[in-house]
Structure formats: C-alpha cells, structure tokens
Nanobody, 117 residues
C-alpha cells in the first residue's frame, strides 16, 4: 500500500504561481510512475504531468511551458512536486497525486487550486 498526501493548494490570482507537494509513504524511486491529475467541476479527471522512475516527464499540452513536475533526486526522497506558473482561471480544479506501484493505482485526497481572474 502507498499513502499519498498532497499539500500546497490555495487561491491565487491569474498569472500567479503555486507549488504542490505530494509526500509518499514509500521511497518514490520504488514507484514506477508518479503523476498529477486534475478534475474541474463537471469535467473528467485529466493527466497534468507525470514522471517515471527513470526521470522522464510528460505534460498535458495545456500546461506545457507553465508547469514543471520534479522530485528531489536524493536516494531517500519521498516527495514529488508540481510547480505551476502563469496560472489561468481554467487551471482551477482539484489536483490529485497518483502513483503506480506494483501494478496498482494509488491516489491522494486532492488539493484545491483556485485561480481568480
């Protein structure tokens, strides 16, 4: 089992920045893939950014150039980050951390991000 705890959400004006953190209960280098998803009211959950155990990243087209997924590369790290810059009102959503570990999906409880215009 993997527990994931998000933090860092909040309210920000358009053009501002926020950083989300996801703390895992296991060393993240034992996790195949970690990612950030988001779900806006009335919409399906969508992938925002992901990082593999090897460090490869991918992003949704809507956030490329504005969001960065990263991790501390120290051996015993357990946290993944999502740096969000140049935020837009359409980025408003609940952001969820996801981990794929031994073939199973794990989710955090979600962090609300609200961007005002």
């Amino acid at each position: 089992q993997v527990q994931l705890v998000e933090s860092g959400g909040g309210l920000v004006q358009a053009g501002g920045s926020l950083r989300l953190s996801c703390a895992a209960s296991v060393n993240i280098f034992s996790i195949n893939n970690m990612g950030w998803y988001r779900q806006a009211p009335g919409k399906q959950r969508e992938l925002v950014a992901a990082i593999t155990r090897g460090g490869s990243t991918n992003y949704a087209d809507s956030v490329k150039g504005r969001f960065t997924i990263s991790r501390d590369n120290a051996k015993n790290t357990n946290t993944v980050y999502l740096q969000m810059n140049s935020l837009k009102p359409e980025d408003t959503a609940v952001y969820y951390c996801n981990a794929v570990w031994i073939g199973a999906d794990y989710w955090g409880q979600g962090a609300q991000v609200t961007v005002s215009s």
